[in-house]
């Protein structure tokens, strides 16, 4: 168990002692290579899986069966889907603002990758452990709203313009409560460090010290996505897609690469920050309790999107400013009363 | 310090765009995301059916009708086959005139089942769409038994219907009006009983009882801004002044209205066909009508209650096989004419949304 536990350390390991001095330039520089291609092939494989298995859950939840023609119960539609994008044909529209056009799809791809890298898969398997990971992540993270808007204004499009408009107003809104969520969990364990965060939770999952921290995180998560049922950013329905309308081909694939990657990437940060991380029962290796919370987050955000119908407008500045920010303020505010008693309690 | 004026946009949406039903397209004049004005453009659809009719024999014209209303194509059969009726003062069997009310109702369910679902579907509801159509889909298998074909069924005739249904239909009838509380049980649970649904539709899209009157509009919108009117019971046609069932009236005017309407529409159908499948005689379903039917010189008109409003027939004959002169009244093209108006000042999602509830048909708009 110990050994399938600490599999990928001792494999890590290994490599490092093929080098002469296992802590040379050399040795970190192939180590830091070889996490970077982890980390892109858990994006690629994740979008992958997700985006088949959004489909399955959407047919569940509609009650029809979902892709079943491909492969053994339709398990390789995607790969069929992408294959055929990569067919299409690559349009650039003739107004469009080609330099900032090309760009956005490649930024929003790109940003599921940097947040992954800080994520702890398992005991000390974090590819990289940064002290500031929360900041990092929630930083990264909000490079995509950037990237809508220029999706939005390049492609000259009114469509594209509405939805990169809606995309600002919404995604700058959620961030304030989304941070605000984390804070809680930084008070009590006076670290940024997602690592440290994990550790303080041998014994109890944040979520139970922080109920209402992880249903704002969840909630302004799922804004954050533009995940239904706040999806108003490519609400087919009124703006078509939204930024990406103009979109076709692999660049349009990128975006969609980018959403499941940024939802993977989201639901880890929930699992590592409020669920536990790789802590739990000793009957399985911690990495395989990681990806099993960050799939019943994942599952969860399918579920809701496949149900609800889409907020309005209105209503959604009003929960993110009237209901969620207060509410994430008075978390803050309990927490560090709970932490001021617990102290005065334990003597401290 | 000067302040830059801000631009019109002006957003072409359709005729090919995800909420538009069929090949309608608005013209909508945005302050932001507000519209300030909209200009709705119709005609894509346009086939021109009152003139096709006229270089057409009477009966040849009654599958043009099925593509009026293609969600409730028996009713628009039955429509217009009681208009030649009157015109030649033909007496239809008993047995006819009760399956005529039992596909008209059924006609009527399907109609607002899709209305339910794609009212959800232009809010993204998606499964509430598949839940809607699921149960569709029973009401096409009745049409399938009885006509032939699912969708532009054909099933009546001048004189009666087209067909006896097969014996499977009653059993397959019966089990549906028993599953149907279920059913709307569960348009309840996943659509009308979410908070973000009741939000999108509540105190959205008001069309007051004076605009609603003043704009003529018919059908369960008019009946949603607190008129209760109702060809059925205002001129009985058929054999309507037989059944016992309310018309739905609510006097809340919005979006939200609109939509539960039809639901209360479903139940009091439901209770219609009940009633006429425990009454139905036996007998012909056909009366004794010429091969060629040719009516009597002369002009009549005849309307009936179709599921989205006032459907009527204008016919001038000129006592040959062939109409003079056929006019439609269509139901949705009228009540479409609120959009412009109720739309103003909301934004374009809420138009999508008060736009769904009308639930226009763009065959009937465009004929």
Redesign the interface.
């Known amino acids: 168990m110990e050994t399938l536990n600490n599999l990928f350390l001792i494999i890590a390991d290994a490599i490092r002692s093929l080098f002469a001095d296992p802590h040379s330039v050399w040795a970190n520089l192939t180590m830091d290579v070889i996490n970077f291609i982890i980390v892109v092939v858990i994006v690629v494989l994740a979008a992958l899986i997700l985006i088949l298995l959004e489909r399955k859950i959407?047919g569940w939840?509609?009650?029809?069966p979902g892709p079943n023609r491909l492969g053994p119960r339709g398990w390789f539609q995607t790969i069929a889907d992408a294959l055929k994008l990569m067919g299409k044909e690559d349009v650039t529209p003739a107004g469009a603002d080609k330099f900032i056009f090309k760009i956005a799809p490649m930024i929003i791809f790109c940003l599921p990758m940097m947040t992954l890298a800080v994520i702890p898969y398992g005991r000390k398997m974090a590819p990289i452990n940064l002290d500031l990971g929360i900041f990092y992540f929630v930083a990264i993270s909000s490079i995509s709203t950037l990237a809508f808007v220029m999706a939005g204004w390049g492609s000259n499009n009114?469509?594209s313009?509405?939805g990169g408009?809606?995309a600002v107003a919404q995604m700058v809104s959620y961030e304030i409560p989304l941070l605000f969520s984390l804070l809680g969990v930084v008070m009590i364990t006076q670290s940024f460090n997602l690592g440290v965060i994990v550790e303080a939770q041998a014994s109890i999952p944040f979520v139970i010290l922080q109920p209402l921290a992880f249903v704002i995180f969840i909630i302004a998560g799922l804004a954050e996505l533009n995940r239904?049922?706040f999806?108003?950013v490519e609400?087919?329905?009124?703006?078509?897609a939204g930024p990406f309308t103009e979109y076709t081909g692999l660049r349009w694939g990128l975006f969609f690469l980018g959403e499941y990657g940024n939802m993977t990437a989201l639901s880890a940060l929930a699992a590592t920050v409020f669920l536990g991380g790789w802590q739990g029962p000793a009957i399985l290796p911690g990495y395989v309790w990681f990806f099993m919370k960050v799939g019943v987050i994942i599952f969860f955000m399918m579920w809701v999107r496949?149900?609800?119908?889409?907020?309005?407008?209105?209503?959604l500045m009003h929960l993110a400013w009237k209901v969620l920010l207060p509410l994430s303020i008075l978390n803050i505010l309990l927490t560090g009363l709970g932490i001021y008693i617990y102290r005065f309690v334990m003597g401290g | 310090m000067s302040i830059k004026e801000t631009e019109e946009l002006i957003l072409n949406m359709g005729p090919q765009h995800p909420s538009m039903h069929g090949l309608f397209r608005m013209v909508v004049h945005l302050e932001g995301e507000t519209i300030t004005k909209l200009e709705p453009k119709i005609g894509y659809l346009h086939r021109g059916m009152e003139k096709l009719a006229e270089s057409r024999t009477y009966a040849q014209f009654i599958p043009y009708t099925d593509r009026l209303d293609y969600l409730a194509s028996p009713h628009n059969n039955w429509a217009y086959v009681q208009t030649v009726e009157k015109l030649m003062g033909v007496e239809i069997p008993e047995r006819a005139e009760y399956l005529r009310v039992i596909f008209g109702e059924l006609a009527r369910i399907a109609s607002h089942q899709v209305m339910i679902a794609s009212t959800a579907l232009d809010m993204a509801g998606w499964s509430a769409w598949s839940y809607a159509f699921r149960d569709r889909e029973r009401i096409c298998d009745m049409y399938e038994m009885t006509a032939g074909s699912r969708l532009t069924v054909n099933i009546m005739r001048i004189g009666g219907m087209s067909a006896e249904p097969p014996e499977e239909f009653w059993p397959a009838l019966k089990s549906f009006l028993d599953d149907t509380p279920e059913m709307l049980e569960e348009y309840y649970g996943i659509f009308f009983g979410n908070e973000i649904a009741l939000g999108r539709l509540k105190n959205v899209g008001i069309l007051s009882k004076e605009m609603a009157e003043n704009l003529s509009i018919t059908g369960p919108v008019l009946r949603a801004s607190g008129v209760n009117y109702d060809v059925r019971k205002a001129e009985p046609y058929s054999i309507y002044d037989r059944f016992d069932f309310k018309v739905p009236v609510r006097t809340g005017c919005d979006s939200y209205d609109r939509t539960i309407i039809r639901m209360d529409e479903i139940v009091e159908s439901i209770k219609i066909i009940k009633q006429a499948v425990r009454d139905i005689p036996e007998g012909p379903v056909m009366a004794k009508v010429p091969k060629v039917i040719k009516p009597p010189a002369g002009e009549v008109y005849h309307r009936v209650e179709n599921p989205k409003g006032e459907l009527g027939f204008y016919i001038v004959s000129d006592g040959t096989t062939k109409p003079s002169r056929v006019r439609i009244r269509p139901a949705t093209f009228i009540n479409l004419q609120m959009l412009p108006i109720v739309a103003l000042g909301w934004k374009i999602q809420d138009v999508v949304a008060i736009f769904a509830t009308l639930d226009a048909v763009l065959g009937e708009v465009d004929k």
Request: hydrophobic share 40%; charged share 30%.
């Open positions: 959407a939840t509609s009650q029809r009114k469509y313009l509405l408009m809606r239904a049922p999806d108003l609400a087919d329905q009124e703006v078509v496949w149900t609800f119908p889409r907020i309005r407008i209105d209503h």
